[in-house]
Antibody, heavy 121, light 111 residues
């Protein structure tokens, strides 16, 4: 069965970097594009970044552009999110999600359970 | 980028039908048929309910349906059940450089 397991979250000070990982299993990872989506405590979903199945294209939300980098290692079935210059407003649960349909809406059919990132001094 | 606009809350009684709106612009909802809807129960990951405006993934109840008119998309839930009580989010492709945008979310209460 499809599984997405995020890791790497924690409590960090503003300005510090953190790298999140998402281990994928149960499907051919290299065939699917992937998202990172976050949710601040008590708030709504916010799309963060997307990467094509082969890593050839990447897009970012304006709020993270220039600070976050999405990448993947198809040999390790793992998705990453490198987060630099973290701010208090980056505090959120970070979900990885698989793009399940061939649509420019990039809908996500499977989601991980999320990893919490808290940015606080 | 600006989030798509959803009502903060809607409610309905068991058996009734409700609709949740998602309003954008001609650069996102109105310009393309790439609207998705997600359901999220407290403490859980989101679940895809509708994609490409009106397509239902396998396994999603046919009580859930989607539509679009102009810059506004809608998710309709018929025959409301207690288990439908959750937060619902729309998302859309956008022609801006960011590619994707979410709505602010709607809390559905089943009375």
């Amino acid at each position: 069965q499809v599984q997405l397991v995020e890791s790497g979250g924690g409590v960090v000070q503003p300005g510090i970097s953190l790298r999140l990982s998402c281990a994928a299993s149960g499907f051919i990872f290299s065939n699917y594009g992937m998202h990172w989506v976050r949710q601040s405590p008590g708030k709504g979903l916010e799309w963060v970044a997307i990467i094509w199945y082969d890593g050839s294209k990447k897009y970012y939300a304006d709020s993270v552009k220039g600070r976050f980098t999405i990448s993947r290692d198809n040999t390790k079935n793992t998705l990453y999110l490198q987060m630099n210059s973290l701010r208090a407003e980056d505090t959120a649960v970070y979900y990885c999600a698989r793009i399940g349909y061939d649509s420019s809406g990039h809908p996500s059919d499977y989601w991980g359970q999320g990893t919490m990132v808290t940015v606080s001094s | 980028q600006s989030a798509l606009t959803q009502p903060a809350s809607v409610s309905g009684s068991p058996g009734q039908s409700i609709a949740i709106s998602c309003t954008g612009t001609s650069s996102d909802v109105g310009g393309y048929n790439y609207v998705s809807w997600y359901q999220q129960h407290p403490g859980k990951a989101p679940k895809l309910m509708i994609y490409d405006v009106s397509n239902r993934p396998s396994g999603v109840s046919n009580r859930f349906s989607g539509s679009k008119s102009g810059n506004t998309a809608s998710l309709t839930i018929s025959g409301l059940q207690a288990e439908d009580e959750a937060d619902y989010y729309c998302s859309s492709y956008t022609s801006s450089s960011t590619l994707l945008v979410f709505g602010g979310g709607t809390k559905l209460t089943v009375l």
